[in-house]
């Protein structure tokens, strides 16, 4: 059975959750509660739980900060977040530490059950997967590159933590005697059609033979991978060869970008020496960070992190300061509003728009380097992933985040972003054109544009031809919600807009939203966020 750990400041959500699953038939037990942040962690660090379950934010440890430490505690740990609303913070945080699922409140029994399959599957492999893994170890006939192709992938997924030699000789086969160990990555750019096409089989063949014949005589050991459009290496050397690995490696460069001219952009990404192993995962992170610049320094350069250079060292290796987050994160929330917007109505030009204005925006932070621009750009594919699909989006925010990788500039990847875009609006508009979905998306187009006015259902049934009793069933068969309901919500999520973004009255802001009680839309609105209009602009404003 897969142990399972619930933690909630609300005891009614951890009972809620209890009662909504049928645990037995999942192969999963609950194995505790916590109510919360440090009481789920002493959980996770005593019981070793296969999966967390946890709300975004909770008092003494928040959601964030305790994914972070339980991860340090159970590396494997699948985790899920309660959330009722996405901010950029919280969407950077899922990225580096690959969140498996998010269930919003109010919490259906179908998304947690689904939720809880999808984590319980990836337990089951991972579990088979290590199995597996061990029983090659002991195998001695088995490859050695299985085994370092699971190195790769352990230091991908973060999964790798202060190895020894050892250890990295053991169960990685990859034995580094001495000296030096770096991690590199070579990246290459192009239109996604064209890379899919011979021209990917080109990359990787000549890659490998490049990086073999320049760095095999300088180098005790030697790994280079490619995954997708980038070639992770590997290397150990002695201390003393530093300088003549750099220049190598700046040859590898040079002689792929002649030897591929005009069929590709390349960027050689180079993480600082790591004298002692324990810092190999720290030098590959660092690569990771340093390719990054390439989005707003240009691609055809050799990154690195070492002090000692005189390229630019990579600004994402010293991070991203916390205003330039706040900043991106406000911008990232308007977007996410724009794109609510436009996925009720499936508007082209208005998610152009947000699109256009999340670029110029982050681009203009004082401060904002590739990782910003980069990390803005995934989450903003997942919102619109999430908005547009009935599936949850993560088929297609998967194949947004492959095709963003082959885009070796900020201003392509914000193109791919706008076409990612269009590309979902038209999908759902092409799933909505069924005769009971015309006139459900009819009149939520109605409702976008007189939410101000004093529109009933009548007004909105004359204005898309069908009777009142007709529509109201439709309506509530569709979106599982009366209309008056979804008219309440509109009117509500614009006032939170204003109360964001203006400092109008609260009194103004009931009369641009359709009430003219101010007392009633008070109401109104705290039954729905829980505050009060003056909290809510005091906490968001």
Same mark, same amino acid.
């Given at each position: 059975?897969?142990?399972?750990?619930?933690?909630?400041?609300?005891?009614?959500?951890?009972?809620?959750?209890?009662? %909504?699953?049928?645990?037995?038939?999942?192969?999963? *037990?609950?194995?505790?509660?916590?109510?919360?942040?440090?009481?789920?962690?002493?959980?996770?660090?005593?019981?070793?739980?296969?999966?967390?379950?946890?709300?975004?934010?909770?008092?003494?440890?928040?959601? %964030?900060?305790?994914?972070?430490?339980?991860?340090?505690?159970?590396?494997?740990?699948?985790?899920?977040?309660?959330? +009722?609303?996405?901010?950029? *913070?919280?969407?950077?945080?899922?990225?580096? =530490?690959?969140? +498996?699922?998010?269930?919003?409140?109010?919490?259906?029994?179908?998304?947690?059950?689904?939720?809880?399959?999808?984590?319980?599957?990836?337990? !089951?492999?991972?579990?088979?997967?290590?199995?597996?893994?061990?029983?090659?170890?002991?195998?001695?006939?088995? $490859?050695?590159?299985?085994?370092?192709?699971?190195?790769?992938?352990?230091?991908?997924?973060?999964?790798?933590?202060?190895?020894?030699?050892?250890?990295?000789?053991?169960?990685?086969?990859?034995?580094?005697?001495?000296?030096?160990?770096?991690?590199?990555?070579?990246?290459?750019?192009?239109?996604?059609?064209?890379?899919?096409? =011979?021209?990917?089989?080109?990359?990787?063949?000549?890659?490998?033979?490049?990086?073999?014949?320049?760095?095999?005589?300088?180098?005790?050991?030697?790994?280079?991978?490619?995954?997708?459009?980038?070639?992770?290496?590997?290397?150990?050397?002695?201390?003393?060869?530093?300088?003549?690995?750099?220049?190598? %490696?700046?040859?590898?460069?040079?002689?792929?970008?002649?030897?591929?001219?005009?069929?590709?952009?390349?960027?050689?990404?180079?993480?600082?020496?790591?004298?002692?192993?324990?810092?190999?995962?720290?030098?590959?992170?660092?690569? @990771?960070?340093?390719?990054?610049?390439?989005?707003?320094?240009?691609?055809?350069?050799?990154?690195?992190?070492?002090?000692?250079?005189?390229?630019?060292?990579?600004?994402?290796?010293?991070?991203?300061?916390?205003?330039?987050?706040?900043?991106?994160?406000?911008?990232?929330?308007?977007? $996410?509003?724009?794109?609510?917007?436009?996925? +009720?109505?499936?508007?082209?030009?208005?998610?152009?728009?947000?699109?256009?204005?999340?670029?110029?925006?982050? $681009?203009?932070? *004082?401060?904002?380097?590739?990782?910003?621009?980069? *990390?803005?750009?995934?989450?903003?594919?997942?919102?619109?992933?999430?908005?547009?699909?009935?599936?949850?989006?993560?088929?297609?925010?998967?194949?947004?985040?492959?095709?963003?990788?082959?885009?070796?500039?900020?201003?392509?990847?914000?193109?791919?972003?706008?076409?990612?875009?269009?590309?979902?609006?038209?999908?759902?508009?092409?799933?909505?054109?069924?005769?009971?979905?015309?006139?459900?998306?009819?009149?939520?187009?109605?409702?976008?544009? =007189?939410?101000?006015?004093?529109?009933?259902?009548?007004?909105?049934?004359?204005?898309?031809?069908?009777?009142?009793?007709?529509?109201?069933?439709?309506?509530?068969?569709?979106?599982?919600?009366?209309?008056?309901?979804?008219?309440?919500?509109?009117?509500?999520? @614009?006032? !939170?807009?204003?109360?964001?973004?203006?400092?109008?009255?609260?009194?103004?802001?009931?009369?641009?939203?359709?009430?003219?009680?101010?007392? =009633?839309?008070?109401?109104?609105?705290?039954?729905?966020?829980?505050?009060?209009?003056?909290?809510?602009?005091?906490?968001? +404003?």
């Amino acid at each position: 059975m897969l142990k399972v750990v619930i933690a909630d400041d609300e005891e009614r959500v951890c009972r809620l959750i209890q009662m %909504l699953v049928d645990w037995d038939a999942l192969g999963m *037990e609950v194995a505790g509660t916590a109510s919360n942040g440090l009481e789920a962690l002493g959980l996770v660090e005593s019981l070793k739980p296969d999966i967390l379950i946890t709300d975004i934010r909770m008092p003494g440890c928040d959601g %964030l900060e305790l994914i972070e430490r339980a991860r340090a505690a159970s590396p494997s740990l699948e985790i899920a977040l309660i959330s +009722g609303y996405a901010q950029f *913070e919280y969407a950077q945080t899922a990225i580096r =530490h690959d969140v +498996g699922g998010y269930i919003l409140k109010p919490i259906k029994k179908e998304v947690l059950t689904e939720t809880l399959e999808k984590l319980g599957a990836k337990c !089951r492999e991972r579990a088979a997967t290590a199995s597996e893994a061990k029983r090659m170890i002991m195998d001695s006939q088995k $490859s050695g590159e299985i085994l370092r192709d699971r190195l790769l992938e352990d230091l991908l997924q973060g999964r790798l933590d202060g190895p020894s030699r050892a250890l990295l000789k053991n169960d990685y086969g990859f034995d580094a005697p001495g000296g030096c160990l770096r991690a590199f990555i070579l990246k290459a750019d192009c239109p996604p059609e064209a890379f899919r096409s =011979h021209l990917a089989g080109v990359i990787t063949q000549t890659s490998g033979e490049i990086v073999a014949s320049a760095l095999s005589a300088l180098c005790s050991a030697v790994f280079f991978k490619f995954r997708l459009s980038a070639g992770y290496g590997i290397i150990n050397y002695g201390e003393e060869d530093g300088g003549k690995v750099r220049r190598a %490696l700046r040859e590898c460069l040079n002689s792929l970008e002649a030897r591929l001219f005009g069929t590709v952009e390349l960027t050689l990404a180079v993480g600082s020496e790591a004298k002692r192993p324990e810092l190999l995962p720290k030098s590959f992170r660092e690569a @990771q960070a340093a390719l990054t610049e390439r989005l707003t320094e240009g691609t055809g350069r050799m990154y690195e992190c070492a002090a000692a250079s005189d390229d630019r060292r990579a600004g994402a290796a010293a991070g991203v300061s916390q205003p330039v987050k706040a900043a991106a994160g406000r911008l990232l929330e308007k977007y $996410s509003r724009a794109v609510a917007r436009a996925a +009720g109505s499936l508007g082209v030009e208005e998610a152009d728009a947000a699109a256009v204005e999340l670029y110029e925006g982050i $681009s203009k932070l *004082e401060g904002a380097n590739g990782q910003v621009l980069w *990390e803005t750009a995934l989450a903003a594919g997942n919102v619109i992933a999430l908005a547009l699909n009935k599936d949850g989006g993560s088929g297609r925010a998967a194949g947004f985040a492959e095709n963003c990788a082959l885009c070796g500039s900020a201003g392509k990847l914000y193109e791919y972003l706008r076409d990612f875009q269009r590309q979902s609006v038209e999908a759902a508009r092409e799933a909505l054109e069924s005769e009971a979905a015309r006139p459900i998306r009819a009149a939520k187009e109605f409702a976008a544009k =007189h939410y101000g006015e004093p529109i009933t259902l009548d007004d909105v049934c004359a204005s898309i031809g069908f009777s009142v009793n007709y529509f109201s069933t439709l309506f509530k068969k569709e979106t599982g919600e009366g209309f008056s309901q979804y008219l309440t919500r509109v009117r509500i999520d @614009q006032a !939170r807009e204003l109360l964001r973004d203006t400092r109008l009255p609260v009194a103004d802001i009931c009369a641009r939203v359709g009430y003219n009680d101010v007392k =009633h839309f008070t109401g109104t609105f705290k039954k729905l966020t829980d505050l009060s209009p003056g909290q809510f602009r005091k906490l968001y +404003g």
